[in-house]
């Protein structure tokens, strides 16, 4: 306040400010236009329009801040002749000459406005334009389960009484093999600088499967509206169970078919296992689990189907149970036997790793990158020596071959390898 006299006036001051909080981002477009036309000395046409449009940020608008899209448009004609008739007339009146002569006037005008809003607000096909008291999208919160990085291996369900087990093989005999991932984009483009190996490049089959294609989120929403800019690729998470194959770490002595497949397949088990950050579900008014899942028998239909669980609550993480903690990146490099203890499913680091990653040194990772086990192929090849020898008996020779190149059934494979490539997977 400069001026100190308006304070001491004693009267009071009232002070606006225009909020500018969307000034600048929204964009308005004023366009006019003004038309004359002289018909004659005597005549003339006129016209105007005027159209104001604002740009609304997003389709979704508030009630009460709508952007219009106005236009006015208004038209005018003046008319002025000199009559002489009315000269002569104002002359017949008593006590009256004139000394000018009269002339007659005519102005007309017509405007009109025409009220509208942007076309971006339209909804559903109504062309009358929609603004929203609330949207309701804060009504609900949701713990997207659909990322499969916090996903892992669980232990064995309760529902099979193995799982009791501590310490003991028995524990992972019915453990089959489970997969579970977010396919990469990668995969759903065929284009020019696909990165896609050369085999599925062009197996239009292999790339239109239900199981892997790239999901569009109105096949399974028919009804959702994605605005622009908007991703309208459905992520899914992926899981691929294979009752017929041996999981991580099951040794079971027996029940193998001669290629190293599993025997009576009702009876396994494959399983997975997150975290959720939020443990008070009812503080949290966390309701329910929404599940789409597609039809795992498309292709085989008639098929008898398997059950699906879920475990909700407190769930053990002790994958291979011995009640021990074992951090891969807690092994010794130089495998000293002082700094692991032996359990029946391998080692377990007596260390305690501050924190979560392998060491930087490339020849310590590889004692460390070994398995839940702590046991490299070939320490899983002298732990289970026996085993190995009874479990190969029973398969043929190529079967057997696979089983001792990796007994725990624990390798790793990088899904954009070589290896993959090589051996045509997925085609
Ligand atoms: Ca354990
Ligand atoms: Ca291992
Ligand atoms: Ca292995």
Excluded at 236 to 242: E, K, M, N, R, S
Excluded at 358 to 380: I, K, M, W, Y
Excluded at 392 to 400: C, E, G, R, T, V
Aim: charged content about 20%; cysteine-free.
């Amino acid at each position: 306040m400069i001026n100190t006299a308006l304070l001491s006036s004693g009267q009071p001051i009232r002070i606006t400010t225009e909020n500018n909080e969307l000034f600048g981002l929204q964009q308005r477009s004023l366009f006019g236009a003004r038309f004359d036309y002289k018909a004659s000395n005597k005549l003339t046409l006129g016209g105007t329009f005027m159209t104001l449009t604002e740009k609304p940020l997003t389709q979704k608008v508030n009630y009460m801040e709508e952007p219009i899209s106005n236009s006015i448009f208004g038209l005018d004609l003046n008319y002025s002749s000199p009559s002489r008739f009315l000269t002569k007339l104002v002359d017949k009146l008593p006590f009256i000459s004139t000394k000018a002569p009269s002339s007659f006037t005519f102005s007309g005008e017509y405007a009109q406005l025409i009220p509208g809003h942007p076309s971006a607000i339209n909804s559903g096909g109504d062309k009358g334009g929609a603004s929203y008291l609330d949207d309701f999208e804060a009504s609900r919160s949701v713990i997207d389960l659909k990322s499969a990085v916090p996903w892992q291996l669980s232990g064995t369900p309760q529902l099979f009484p193995e799982s009791q087990l501590v310490d003991n093989l028995e524990y992972g005999y019915n453990r089959a093999k489970v997969a579970f991932y977010n396919i990469d984009p990668i995969f759903y483009n065929r284009g020019g600088t696909s990165n896609l190996p050369a085999s599925l490049r062009n197996d239009r089959n292999a790339l239109s499967n239900h199981y892997v294609r790239e999901m569009i989120e109105q096949e399974v929403f028919p009804f959702k509206e994605t605005s622009t800019g908007q991703s309208t690729v459905l992520p899914t998470l992926d899981i691929a169970y294979y009752p017929f194959l041996r999981g991580p770490y099951n040794y079971t002595p027996n029940g193998f078919s001669p290629n190293g497949n599993l025997n009576n397949p009702k009876s396994r088990w494959g399983g997975l296992m997150r975290r959720i950050d939020i443990n008070d579900f009812e503080a949290q008014n966390i309701e329910y689990i929404e599940l789409w899942v597609m039809d795992s028998y498309m292709y085989k239909p008639g098929s008898q189907g398997g059950d699906l669980y879920f475990n909700i609550g407190n769930i053990s993480e002790d994958i291979l149970k011995d009640g021990r903690k074992s951090l891969e990146n807690g092994l010794p490099a130089n495998e000293d036997p002082s700094k692991y203890d032996e359990t029946n499913w391998g080692r377990v680091a007596k260390l305690q790793p501050v924190i979560q990653a392998f060491d930087n040194d490339p020849a310590a990772r590889r004692a460390q990158d070994v398995g839940l086990d702590g046991l490299s192929n070939t320490n899983e090849r002298i732990k289970f020596q026996q085993l190995i020898a009874q479990i190969k008996n029973q398969l043929n020779p190529d079967a057997a071959l696979a089983f001792e190149n990796d007994p725990s059934s624990d390798d790793y494979t990088y899904f954009r390898g070589g290896a993959l490539d090589q051996s045509n997977a997925g085609s």
